[in-house]
């Protein structure tokens, strides 16, 4: 049934991309300085979750280096390295820059300094998640230098400027924006319809079952695929030849569940935090969540970055929002509520 696993993992960047030539040509014209050694961008690539931002980021760029040897690149997920040191510390980590950098003790000047002494080819950086920055001071720090080309991936622009100061958004002003929208039915089956020629024997499910999955996966690539690789491992412990209906419908809340639960795990500590006080509380305004969660932690965020814990988490399906910005709860979303 699985002839080649790896192309259902989430992770995995294919060598063709089906329905985003436009976004990758942008891209492309907007990274093709750095091709003749000059500084380009900024690009901010902004839309809802599994719409294909990290993998036309990555691919472009992945080509940009295979047609020309004299570029550098490096990709940082700074839901992951969310501090100001992780996310420098990435990037000189991608430039094999990091001998003799302890990872506790060593201050961020130092790695400044490292970075401003790189002399090596243009270095395109992709920040992932960017609006997961605990500051902004690494857009500051890269901004300023002219051998790192930035590429900023976001859910919506405005979170990304929360909290950065006039100079930087004025700085910033002049990036090329490439927003992405969700995808069609017909788009995420053909998506499907690649994988499974990848990854599953011939023959191994139907066109109408792709299509029903691609329905249930609302426009979102990251729960088609992980629904397709419930199905098929499913199918794969049951021995049969082939994908049944029944396995279909079975697949499609365990898929979700699967995205939900991989995200649960991707929460940083306190986002976590702010997570488990709305799940203990059923419904919760912004201000009786913020005063738990400060009794709750140790050395508590900011309310400002907690609103941006909430917003991020309603992007990903973690929570909803209910009623007008005055009135407004929090509920956390079961991942097969929508089966009801
Ligand atoms: N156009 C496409 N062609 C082939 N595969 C795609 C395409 N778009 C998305 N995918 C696949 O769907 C999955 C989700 O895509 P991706 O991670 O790029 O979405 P995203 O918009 O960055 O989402 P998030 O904001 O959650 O990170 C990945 O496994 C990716 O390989």
New binding site residues.
């Given amino acids: 049934m699985i002839e080649d696993a790896r192309v259902l993992?989430?992770?995995?960047?294919?060598h063709?991309?089906?329905?985003?030539d436009g976004e990758v040509t942008h891209l492309s014209q907007v990274l093709e300085p750095v091709t003749r050694g000059e500084p380009a961008g900024p690009a901010i690539?902004t839309?809802?979750?599994?719409?294909?931002?990290?993998?036309?980021?990555?691919y472009t760029v992945e080509q940009l280096r295979e047609q020309h040897l004299d570029v550098a690149s490096q990709y940082v997920n700074c839901w992951q390295n969310y501090s100001r040191f992780r996310a420098l510390y990435r990037v000189l980590e991608g430039l094999g820059k990091t001998v003799d950098i302890h990872r506790q003790s060593t201050p961020h000047d130092e790695l400044l300094e490292r970075l401003r002494r790189y002399d090596g080819p243009p270095c395109v950086v992709v920040l992932?998640?960017a609006d997961q920055l605990e500051s902004a001071d690494v857009l500051y720090d890269l901004h300023a230098l002219s051998s790192f080309s930035l590429v900023l991936?976001a859910?919506r622009e405005a979170d990304l400027f929360a909290g950065t100061d006039d100079r930087l958004r004025s700085r910033l002003q002049g990036s090329e924006r490439i927003g992405?929208d969700r995808?069609g039915i017909d788009?995420l089956t053909?998506?499907l319809q690649?994988?499974a020629r990848w990854g599953l024997t011939e023959g191994a499910v139907t066109t109408d079952q792709l299509r029903d999955i691609a329905d249930a996966a609302a426009g979102?690539?990251?729960v088609?695929?992980s629904i397709l690789r419930s199905a098929a491992r499913r199918a794969q412990r049951t021995t049969a030849a082939t994908i049944t209906d029944e396995i279909v419908a079975e697949a499609v809340p365990a898929g979700r569940s699967a995205v939900h639960r991989r995200?649960l795990d991707t929460l940083t500590p306190h986002q976590r935090a702010v997570y488990d006080i709305v799940a203990d509380a059923g419904r919760i305004d912004p201000s009786t969540l913020y005063r738990r969660y400060r009794e709750a932690v140790d050395d508590p965020k900011t309310d400002r970055t907690v609103r941006n814990y909430l917003g991020k988490m309603v992007?990903?399906d973690l929570l909803a929002a209910e009623g007008t910005s005055r009135d407004r709860r929090y509920r956390i979303v079961e991942p097969t509520a929508e089966e009801s």
């Fill in positions: 993992r989430a992770e995995f960047v294919p063709e991309l089906e329905h985003r690539i839309g809802p979750s599994g719409v294909g931002k990290t993998c036309v980021a990555r992932d998640e991936i859910n992405f995808y788009q053909s998506i690649a994988r979102d690539a990251r088609a695929i995200t992007q990903y």
